[in-house]
Structure formats: C-alpha cells, structure tokens
C-alpha cells in the first residue's frame, strides 16, 4: 500500500510545508503511514528556516501518486493538487475558511480559527501527548512566527502565543530575535522576478463567480518595492489573461510598520467593489491599507461579503 501523503496548498509558506511535517510525523506516531510532501518551491524564508534547522525539504509534487491524502493549512479544491478530485482526502487540519471542498466519504476535519495551523498541530500533540522534536519544534515555531508576523497580525491568539513560547523552549531558541531574523530573510525580493514575486504567496478565490488573486509578499521597505510597479502589472497581467481572472492584488506589506500598499488590477466592477471594501480610492493602481498585514482576517472575509 503506498503511503498516504499529507500536504499544504499550491505556493507553499513555511506553515504550509511545516505542518505537513508536523502533522506526518504525529500520524505516523500514532501507526499511520504518510509522508508529507511540497506543492512547490520553498520561498526566501522558508529556505531559511530550513537552512536553520538543517532539514532537508520535502519532495514537490503536482498530481497526488496515492489513493488517499490528507490536507493542512488550505481545503480550497483551487488552492490544492491538481488531482485532487480524484483522491480520498482523509483528514484536514486548517485555519481558513471552508469553501468549495467536499469528499464522498466521512472524515477527519480539524479547524480552529487561530493564527497558524501549526497551533493546531501543538494542540493535537498535547492532547495525545506526544512529545515534539527539538527538531521539529524549531519548525513549529517558525510557522507560527511567520504566520502570525511574530504574534502582531490581528489574526494572533492567547494559543498562538502559548504554542509559540512552548515550542521555542522545546526548540531551544530565543523566537523573538530569531523570529524578526526570519521574516527580515523573507523580505530579499531583489533576487526575485516580477513573475515569481506575483505568484510566490498567490491564493485564488471564488468569491460569488468572480474569480480573484490575492497575493503577499513582505518587505521592510514598500517604496523600494514599488520601483518595480511595471514589472509587477505585467507579470500581473499576464497571469490575469493565461488564469482568466477577475481581480488580482498584490498586497506588499511592511512588517516593521505592519502597514500595506497594494498594487490592483482588475476589471471595472471588481475595481468598484475593492473600493467600496476598504472605502478607498485606486490611484495608478495603488491603494494604501493601513494596519493591514492579514489577508485571511483583513482582505478575504471583507471582499468576500461585498462581492
């Protein structure tokens, strides 16, 4: 029997290749035989991460080579494998909503709205007490950091902040210089391409018909970032015409500040509806979004009601 594979979502971050791991070896402690695997590339914080810990990355995938899978961090059909209609999803541990997703059979299906699944991975090793490696604590620890921009984003809670503290002592690491080390590593845009940066962290939504990107990418300096607007809108605008999509966002947030400026491209009605959203105006395809840093609390839910 092949092993049952265990992934997060197409254009991983860290919490989504964490918590595949994570939650690979919890099951296999527990006599499952899975194996977690990547949906692509490691991104520039990843990589470091990865590099910290001295963890070799797992293999990347496209289609699902197995008969049963298990979902983390994502249930969004768009946002998984491409074969993924084909498959047995078996268990999901996530912190989204839920949308589009349905199995013909009975499941395992674990969310909480917290900031990071990996929080829910902690719990779940807590409640089976089943000790964390130093190793994979590290990893925990990492996802949460950056899932929750080191507990500032409004998505952050009491157990996120609980599991972080209690990993970073498994782990043996002080998270908070570590934690602004980590995110300031993912912040090198430079060696990236404008079609990479508008694809690194993009998630596609459904919302009402209409089809909308939504994509992140942090730095320390938004204005530096925005010498490349050109760049970035004809990266933006190929992937619009090949994806045929409604809106897309780029959303370039400053984690020193936790303020973001987003570059909007989009046809007229989905441009009217951003506006409306945010009470704001799109100028030269800029608006700016002060205090926001969270697309699944700050951007996602709001769009979504309006579309």
Not at 234 to 244: F, Q, V
Request: charged share 25%; hydrophobic share 40%; with cysteine.
């Amino acid at each position: 029997m092949t092993k049952e594979l265990v992934f997060g979502h197409k254009n991983p971050d860290t919490d989504a290749v964490v918590a595949a791991i994570s939650y690979s070896y919890f099951m296999n402690q527990q006599g499952f035989d899975t194996e977690a695997v990547a949906l692509g590339e490691p991104n520039e914080e990843t990589k470091f991460v990865f590099d910290k810990f001295n963890c070799e990355f797992p293999r990347i995938i496209e289609t699902a080579d197995t008969d049963a899978v298990m979902l983390v961090d994502h249930n969004e059909a768009q946002q998984s494998v491409d074969n993924i209609k084909d498959v047995e999803v078996t268990h999901v541990v996530d912190h989204h909503r839920i949308a589009n997703f349905e199995t013909a059979n009975p499941l395992v299906y674990h969310a909480e709205p917290l900031g990071c699944t990996s929080t829910i991975i902690w719990k779940l090793f807590n409640q089976e007490k089943i000790e964390i490696p130093a190793e994979i604590a590290g990893l925990m620890m990492s996802a949460i950091i950056s899932d929750t921009l080191l507990l500032k984003s409004p998505t952050t809670t009491n157990e996120d902040k609980a599991a972080l503290e209690s990993l970073a002592k498994t782990a043996g690491i002080d998270f908070e210089s570590y934690g602004l080390e980590m995110l300031k590593a993912g912040t090198n845009l430079a060696s990236k391409s404008a079609k990479e940066l508008v694809e690194i962290d993009a998630k596609t939504f459904d919302m009402n018909g209409h089809k909308v990107r939504i994509d992140q990418v942090n730095t320390v300096d938004i204005e530096e970032t925005l010498e490349r607007q050109s760049e970035f809108e004809a990266a933006i605008k190929e992937e619009m015409t090949s994806e045929n999509e409604n809106l897309f966002i780029l959303l370039i947030t400053n984690i020193l500040t936790s303020d973001t400026k987003a570059i909007i491209i989009g046809d007229d009605e989905s441009i009217a509806t951003f506006e409306k959203t945010f009470n704001t105006k799109i100028e030269n395809n800029i608006a700016f979004l002060p205090g926001v840093v969270s697309r699944k609390k700050q951007v996602v839910p709001q769009l979504n009601e309006n579309f």
